[in-house]
């Protein structure tokens, strides 16, 4: 299974998030799991006086986005500009961070990188990376059935 996390450009929330889920998904000892991330700005993607994100062509977006069976976007924009290159039946692959953080979204809508509270974001990151990782098996084991041992999909 391949997870594509994708930021916008913080020099710090995507490596983090990607770090911490990394550490996790091991942890967990969930197997083939391949994890990627993305930046929005390799794409060429501006934003304009709308505050619409802009892109400088599919071609740069479309490879990765089909080979991912798990997008996970750092804000809803970035889900907004995602859509605009996959076919309606895929936006369900595309999942938002911070749905899967449990508490006080407002703390992490801003970035890792503003004077917030580190150590409630590192909770509130950590939690997030735990739920996608239950939302992750729970996938595998509806898509995987009797394919997979289940037992090697849930830690104790």
């Known amino acids: ?18 770090y911490l889920f990394k550490k996790k998904i091991q942890e967990a000892e969930v197997p083939d799991i391949e994890v990627e991330s993305a930046d929005m ?3 060429g993607v501006t ?6 994100p ?19 976007v750092m804000e809803g924009r970035q889900r907004n500009f995602l859509t605009r290159f996959m076919d309606y039946s895929s936006w369900n692959k595309i999942h938002l961070f911070l749905d899967y953080c449990t508490s006080g979204k407002e703390h992490l809508v801003g970035s890792v990188c503003g004077d917030l509270d580190y150590q409630t974001q590192d909770e509130e990151m950590t939690n997030g990376c735990m739920n996608l990782i239950a939302r992750i098996k729970a996938f595998l084991k509806e898509h995987l059935g009797e394919k ?7 830690t104790a």
């Open 1 to 18: 299974m391949k997870i594509l996390f994708i930021g916008s450009g913080c020099a710090c929330r995507l490596p983090f998030v990607e």
């Open 41 to 43: 700005a390799m794409w």
């Open 47 to 52: 934003s304009n006086e709308s505050g619409i």
């Open 54 to 72: 802009e892109s400088s062509g599919p071609d740069k977006v479309g490879n990765l986005l089909n080979q991912a069976d798990f997008i996970v």
């Open 148 to 154: 997979t041992e289940i037992s090697t999909l849930i």
